[in-house]
């Protein structure tokens, strides 16, 4: 029997509850295909800071490192908000990325024919999408230096820095090229090249490393440009790759065209490991009520069949249970539409276990 160590970060709010709707869904998984998950549990964000006064334990990070792959639920929350910067739940993703080392963040964006409703855009409009964020995620003005706040002549001053160096762009490209060669060959490459010099380097780092693949179609397009075509016509893109700071704008963004963040999975992929994650956040205003959507932790589960341990076959299974449900009328508040039967996290987990 084959036999993956997995570490689950349920995180905080409502992250341990969707959490748990995605480890149901698992052990379904793993009764069908005769293989064994093992699972790990710590404590990241603010459920660390509470307990131990840091949002990443290093024993956390060990975890992580050793495992075959990462399950997160969700960090932060007004709660820690009065803490030092340093010492926020949130410091706990970037010090997860840049520990593991996970550059490459994939958000796909499906909108589920169910669903079209749900979204404040026109069914024509939406129909049939299926695209995918590539972000890169160790560069920009996320990690770059100088940065932080300072006094200058009187008054202070906040400093970000942009910055990339050629070969974590070159990475990140060659991720997002052979993502699109398994595709529709379709890459566009999103950046500030008229503007920022940072991303002028990215724009001629993308054209050089597409000569590697001339089986693949390569466009550029301006940052401001991609964010009004995401919502004009979405249709026309296939892959996306763009910057750590650009990224993190359009794929909020574009979960918009699927009706609900509560929709929307992701992964995050290094050379060894991978974590993933929804794209929700911990939305602690609703957190203990029940009443959360585990599908994009139970389709981030999903992911990390497909793409850490190969299970692709189960991954179209808890995929597919997904759309059933779904075709069947079952919502949570966050995609509720007329005539569809609300049910909360517990029962939308049940549900899907099921069809599985």
């Known amino acids: 029997m084959k036999k993956y160590n997995i570490a689950v970060l349920p995180g905080d709010g409502i992250g341990p509850e969707v959490m748990n709707e995605a480890k149901k869904v698992l052990g379904i998984v793993a009764k069908h295909a005769g293989v064994q998950f093992e699972m790990e549990e710590g404590l990241v964000g603010g459920a660390a800071c509470d307990r131990y006064g840091i949002p990443l334990p290093a024993a956390v990070l060990e975890m992580a490192a050793a495992a075959d792959a990462v399950l997160l639920g969700a960090v932060g929350g007004p709660k820690w908000e009065s803490l030092d910067y340093s010492l926020r739940p949130e410091r706990a993703l970037l010090g997860l990325r840049s520990g593991l080392g996970l550059y490459a963040n994939l958000r796909p964006v499906v909108v589920f024919e169910e669903l079209i409703d749900a979204s404040p855009l026109k069914p024509e409009v939406i129909r049939g999408i299926d695209l995918l964020i590539v972000r890169e995620l160790l560069g920009d003005i996320y990690f770059g230096q100088p940065r932080g706040v300072r006094v200058e002549n009187g008054q202070r ?20 090229f052979e993502l ?14 008229n503007v920022l010099e940072a991303t002028e380097l990215w724009r001629d780092v993308a054209t050089e490393t ?8 390569l466009q550029h397009m301006y940052v401001d440009n991609c964010a009004m075509q995401l919502i004009r016509n979405p249709g026309q893109f296939d892959v996306i790759v763009t910057s750590n700071m650009f990224g993190d704008i359009l794929s909020d963004e574009a979960s918009m065209l699927t009706g609900s963040l509560g929709m929307q999975p992701s992964a995050s992929q290094g050379e060894k490991t ?45 995929e597919n249970a997904v759309r059933l449900v779904l075709k069947e009328g079952f919502r949570t508040v966050d995609i509720r539409q007329e005539g569809a039967a609300i049910v909360g996290a517990r029962a939308m987990g049940d549900l899907v276990a099921e069809k599985v």
């Open 274 to 318: 991978a974590l993933y994650e929804p794209s929700h956040g911990s939305a602690p205003d609703i957190a203990g009520k029940g009443i959360a959507n585990p599908l994009a932790a139970i389709l981030s589960m999903a992911m990390m069949l497909r793409h850490s341990f190969g299970m692709s076959e189960e991954a179209n299974a808890v």
């Open 157 to 176: 001053i906040g400093i970000n820095t942009m910055v990339y160096a050629e070969a974590d762009i070159r990475r990140i490209m060659k991720s997002a």
């Open 180 to 193: 699109a060669r398994g595709r529709q060959k379709k890459l566009l490459s999103v950046d500030k090249a």
């Open 210 to 217: 597409g000569r590697d693949y001339p089986d693949v179609e």
